[in-house]
């Protein structure tokens, strides 16, 4: 998906880190149901590019969704059994993975109007792999992939002018992930070192350099997870718990805050507005997907949909610049990717509680699983 840096921030941010409860109306988006595949009984929605076209997987299988042409098998490499989508850019280019149990996985590319491509990987090794996580619209793909050395996984940028280059890591590491690329060709992920307790960093590709972009004061470790158009950052810091924060020009690192009840959040994308979704971990109980906003603070989505559609919605993974939102949640038992399409009228949010502000800075417990970027 596409990223970006720092600008904003500030008091705003600072003022609105609690979390709103309510909103007056009944609903501020309209829910679309983006269906399964043909065997399948479950799908997830990764990303969305300006345009309102969706990818993600649905069982074994990418796919690609458009409001005319509602979901549709992307396929996968000539022999291979299975295929995810992770991102796609204004161009209608796709990219994701395709596997096979004998090859592996490999990075791929699905253009508007080719065939698949295999973006290769590093190395001259039989069963090395690689994943491509994040397209901008010039075609710049990033992802990861092991080769140079069988033991060591690295990020990667790919381009068709200059194929796949090695980014590196921070010093002293050995591996490396990128999951977001911005316009601007600036990427972000996680750098870290396996004999060092699996410590992860939160790091910046620009300009050749690579910088620790850090975590809170009691964070252990993190990643960067999404980066926008403006060079604004959302990720995850990891200490007592997961959360969810923001990097930014004006504010080096800002702490989200959290839903009320929740033990631990993340952030996943952020678009050029500066809203940001991800989803917090509720105990005992699922996922909760969530907008946050410099006005409005965290919000759980489940209260901004027609309550009466029986839906639980449990990740949000993409937003883009008209703020659509793409995720997945349950709907009669069964997970279903979702798009959700803000209405014309927006209500005003009631005002925050101190007790709400408290709880945006209570301990968590939960560590997020990196769903996307470990399939």
Known sequence: MITKLPVLCGLAAMMTLGVNA??????LYDLTDLGILPGS???????????????????????LWGSNSGITDLGTLLGDN?????????????????????????AVLWSSNGPITDLGTFGLFGDDFSTATGINNEGQVVGYSNGTNIFRTHAFLWSRSTGMTDLGTLPNNTYSFAYSINNQGQVVGESWEIFNDF??????????????????????????????????????????????????S??????????????????????????????????????????????????????LIDQ???WTLNEANAINNNGQIVGSGFKDGQQ????????????????????GTMLAGAGLAYRRYRQQSNR
Do not use: C, H
Not at 22 to 27: E, M
Not at 221 to 244: K, P
Not at 342 to 353: A, Q
């Open 22 to 27: 309510k909103v007056t109306a009944a609903s």
């Open 41 to 63: 009984d479950y799908s997830i929605a990764s990303d969305i590019n300006n345009n309102g076209q969706v990818v993600g997987y649905s069982g074994d299988r990418a796919f």
């Open 82 to 106: 299975s295929s995810m989508a992770a991102a796609i850019n204004d161009l209608g280019e796709i990219v994701g993975s395709s596997y096979n149990t004998n090859t592996g996985r490999r």
């Open 199 to 248: 410590a992860l960093s939160p790091v910046l590709w620009s300009d050749s350099n690579i910088t620790n972009l850090g975590t809170l004061a009691d964070g252990d470790y993190g990643l960067a997870r999404s980066i926008n158009n403006l060079g604004q950052i959302v990720g995850t810091s990891t200490g007592e718990s997961d959360r969810a924060v923001l990097w930014s």
């Open 250 to 303: 004006n504010s080096p690192i800002t702490d989200l805050g959290t839903l009320p009840g929740a033990s631990g959040n993340a952030a996943q994308d952020i678009n050029d507005q500066g809203q940001i979704v991800g989803s917090s971990q509720i105990p005992l109980s699922d996922s909760l997907a969530w907008l946050w906003s410099y006005d409005r603070g965290m919000t759980d989505l489940n209260t």
């Open 308 to 310: 009466n559609l029986g």
């Open 336 to 355: 279903r990717a979702f798009l959700l399409t803000p209405k014309s009228s927006e209500p005003v949010p009631e005002p925050m509680t101190m007790a």
